[in-house]
């Protein structure tokens, strides 16, 4: 498998019209995104001969007048091939919709926040189908849930918080709808992509289908559902496992252990942020300098957490960026989930050798997870560097090559069923999560360093929030409960204080100041927000709002 996907020629030229803006707009309020997102009107070599005869200066700019005038003429506007899908299961108030919030206040805006799975819902416009070479969404089958703002396509991992959100609002076929979308995306292309868009086909994104599968599974008892998606997620298994994803290292005992890693089929810069990537590849001189930074920023972004100091290897320079040098703690629990989500579908389907196999490999992943990751000093999993000379086939890993900084990501494991079912585990990293400094005014920090980026310090995301409680509850101890529901009631409450600020939700929160959204990275902050949404409802599911709380910073 050749490990760099070619382009198509459609996001080529609208890398060149994106870099072209760039020079006529400037840099003021310029998101490169909007550009690789425009529809055409016309064939592509009709617009692209326009394009050449459109008169331009030494630097490359246009003249503003001439370049609205030309995008106005041959594309539709950005999200345009996305049109409004009015979701057939929507009830303003669902029967017996979160029974446990009995607040008048927080009910009101619970309802509110249910609501707004109208406003993100969409599907792909029927010009898609009839000419998917004018566009750079991809046709997928159902209708969607988009996160929102400037993200106007399905995103994978998004979708899992979505689905969570959506099944306590009983939403069952949207839900449905969406994991029928990722799966026909396997069909496809092997893989669940990042997200549903031409310039997405190099990548993917935290493996959860399998776990979105599961808890419509659990709320519906769907077996179909089991049955069509089994197949998808053996090959979405393969892929994970394929040879640029995996990583052979020789642990401390010499013993071999396999684990996985983020890689992206890639080395240009991301057609949605090429006028970025190309300014922080300026500092290089060689072009394979520059394509082995370009790859690293593809697989930063396959990560989902584009971007954030844990991938570079001197931070916070941005430019030491080295994600495929990082065995990652949480994409490996991801993995070892799918395995035993798998190996439960394939019981529940009658496919006993199936099952059988991935009980197996779960357990050797669990080994290699507990003995490469975890570090008895900090009682933390911690992902671990491999060394420069990445051409040796074994890797000989060590103790140092363990990043000693406190991620969020060093607790979600415990996600999983293997580590919270284990007490003692639990209740050893119960204490080094009250002593890691994540825990913060309105929730769980990513990091502890503040970088600039923003999956880093001082913000908090909702996917991150929602897998550490999770965890802690499902361990079943007491003390792991009462954390998890201080850390759900300060994110519900920093939510609805920002909330009441702006009217919207957003997509990251600032943990060390209650009522405020969270920013830095390559974009001005987001607003929707799909798995904020999700996330909400399912703690407010879990932990409902008595009458007599308060809800203040």
């Known amino acids: 498998m050749d490990d760099v996907k070619p382009s198509t020629p459609l996001v080529s030229f609208l890398e060149i019209l994106q870099h072209t803006a760039f020079n006529t707009f400037g840099n003021s309020n310029f998101d490169p995104k909007t550009y690789v997102d425009l529809p055409l009107k016309f064939p592509l070599s009709v617009?692209?001969?326009a394009f050449h005869n459109l008169s331009k200066s030494s630097t490359g700019s246009v003249s503003v007048h001439d370049l609205n005038r030309f995008i106005e003429t041959y594309f539709h506007a950005a999200g345009h091939d996305l049109v409004y899908s009015d979701p057939e299961d929507f009830v303003p108030e669902p029967d017996g919709f979160l029974p446990k919030v009995k607040n008048p206040?927080?009910?009101?805006w619970a309802i509110k926040v249910h609501s707004l799975w109208k406003n993100l819902s969409r599907k792909v416009s029927s010009e898609v189908k009839t000419h998917p070479n004018y566009h750079t969404l991809l046709p997928v089958p159902g209708s969607v849930v988009i996160p929102g703002s400037r993200f106007r396509e399905v995103y994978y991992w998004d979708s899992y918080w979505v689905i969570r959100g959506l099944l306590v609002s009983k939403m069952y076929k949207t839900a449905k709808s969406i994991v029928t979308n990722l799966i026909s995306l396997i069909e496809e292309y092997g893989f669940v992509l990042n997200g549903a868009r031409a310039y997405y086909t190099n990548r993917s994104q935290p493996p959860l289908l399998s776990a979105m599968i599961y808890e419509i599974y659990a709320r519906t008892g769907d077996i179909e559902l089991v049955?069509?998606?089994?197949?998808?997620?053996l090959k979405e298994h393969e892929f994970w496992n394929s040879d640029i994803h995996k990583v052979n290292i020789s642990d401390a005992q010499g013993c071999t252990?396999?684990?996985n890693r983020y890689y992206a089929r890639w080395n240009k810069p991301r057609p949605e942020s090429s006028t970025m990537d190309k300014a922080s590849a300026s500092k290089f001189t060689t072009v394979s300098e520059k394509q082995h930074f370009y790859r690293e920023l593809a697989s930063a972004a396959e990560s989902g957490w584009d971007f954030s100091t844990r991938w570079m290897r001197h931070p916070p320079n941005f430019t030491t960026l080295s994600t495929t040098s990082v065995i990652p703690v949480d994409l490996n629990a991801f993995l070892l989930g799918m395995e035993l989500n798998i190996a439960f579908f394939a019981n529940v389907t009658g496919d006993?050798?199936?099952a059988e196999h991935f009980l197996q490999i779960s357990d050797?992943?669990?080994?290699?997870?507990?003995?490469?990751f975890w570090n008895a000093n900090m009682k933390q999993w911690l992902d671990s560097w491999l060394s420069n000379t990445t051409h040796e086939k074994v890797q000989v890993w060590d103790t140092l090559h363990q990043n000693q900084n406190v991620f969020a990501s060093n607790f979600v494991p415990l996600w999983m069923k293997p580590f919270y079912s284990d007490a003692l585990l639990v209740s050893n990293v119960l204490k080094s999560l009250k002593t890691s400094g994540l825990l913060r005014a309105a929730g769980v920090a990513t990091s502890l360093s503040d970088s600039g980026q923003q999956w880093d310090f001082p913000n908090g995301w909702a996917p991150l929030q929602h897998m550490l409680v999770e965890g802690l509850i499902k361990s079943g101890l007491e003390e792991a409960r009462s954390l998890a529901e201080e850390i759900a009631i300060r994110w519900i409450t920093t939510n609805y204080i920002v909330y009441k600020k702006t009217g919207v939700m957003h997509e990251k929160f600032d943990v060390e100041h209650c009522g405020e959204f969270g920013g830095g990275g390559e974009y001005v902050p987001q607003t929707g927000f799909g798995w904020s949404n999700g996330v909400v409802l399912a703690f407010l599911e879990e932990f409902g709002w008595p009458e007599d709380r308060k809800i203040e910073c």
């Open 352 to 354: 006993n050798r199936t």
């Open 364 to 372: 050797v992943r669990k080994e290699a997870i507990n003995s490469v």
């Open 105 to 108: 206040e927080v009910r009101a």
């Open 227 to 233: 049955k069509r998606s089994l197949p998808a997620l």
């Open 47 to 49: 617009t692209d001969h």
């Open 257 to 259: 252990r396999t684990l």
